[in-house]
């Protein structure tokens, strides 16, 4: 079942990037490849979202400034100096909201799944990192020579035999 997750993950991002923000992914399936920015950056987003249905958990996604202004670029028509920081954080915060949406209506049709508000914050000269633990997946793309990371933390942790319908702060 994780594997069938993460396939849809992987479609559901790649169809976001590409159909609205002009921006093709690729799956990195052996870590970072040449040219493509390691998993430190001086600025990055982090955006995250719960969802609640027949899983429950958080969907976290991380990316690049750089990445996320050219996404508010290519979304909005924008030039660069025409960016502001609420735009760009308006939008990681929309990406976890349609990434988790779209993944869940296509993952399991016939459930219905609330979503929480999404939360994003800028990080500054930090690791890159705030994906899953031992309770979910990860998936990390590369865009335009940038590292996004996708995780999925699932409450209680996928596979175990609990119910994984839990209640939201």
């Known amino acids: 079942?994780?594997?069938?997750?993460?396939?849809?993950?992987?479609?559901?991002?790649?169809?976001?990037?590409?159909?609205?923000?002009?921006?093709?992914?690729?799956?990195?399936?052996?870590?970072?490849?040449?040219?493509?920015?390691?998993?430190?950056?001086?600025?990055?987003?982090?955006?995250?979202?719960?969802?609640?249905?027949?899983?429950?958990?958080?969907?976290?996604?991380?990316l690049s400034d750089e990445l996320a202004r050219t996404m508010v670029m290519n979304f909005l028509g924008l030039e660069e100096d025409e960016v502001t920081k609420e735009q760009v954080t308006d939008m990681v915060g929309e990406l976890c909201n349609m990434t988790c949406g779209n993944l869940f209506s296509e993952f399991d049709k016939k459930t219905p799944y609330v979503l929480t508000i999404p939360k994003t914050k800028l990080f500054a000269s930090q690791r890159m990192d705030g994906g899953a633990q031992d309770s979910g997946l990860t998936v990390d793309f590369e865009a335009e020579g940038h590292r996004v990371k996708l995780a999925l933390e699932f409450d209680p942790p996928f596979g175990s035999k609990s119910s994984c319908i839990g209640s939201f702060q």
């Open 1 to 62: 079942m994780t594997e069938d997750i993460r396939k849809a993950a992987i479609a559901v991002t790649a169809k976001i990037f590409e159909t609205m923000f002009f921006i093709p992914l690729e799956v990195e399936e052996e870590g970072p490849q040449e040219g493509v920015s390691s998993t430190t950056a001086s600025m990055f987003y982090k955006g995250e979202i719960g969802f609640q249905g027949t899983y429950s958990g958080k969907l976290v996604l991380l």
